[in-house]
C-alpha cells in the first residue's frame, strides 16, 4: 500500500487552474505528472 503524503506546496496559479480545469481527479493527475518529472 501506499499511503498519500499531506504537504504544503506553492505552485504558478497558471499551473493549478490548469489542473483544475481538467475536471475531477486533477489532484490524481498532477501527482502523475509529478511522478513522471521524477522519473518513478
Known sequence: ENPKV????????EIVARFKASGPGWQTRMNDALREAAGL
Open 6 to 13: 499531506a504537504v504544503s506546496l506553492r505552485l504558478d496559479p
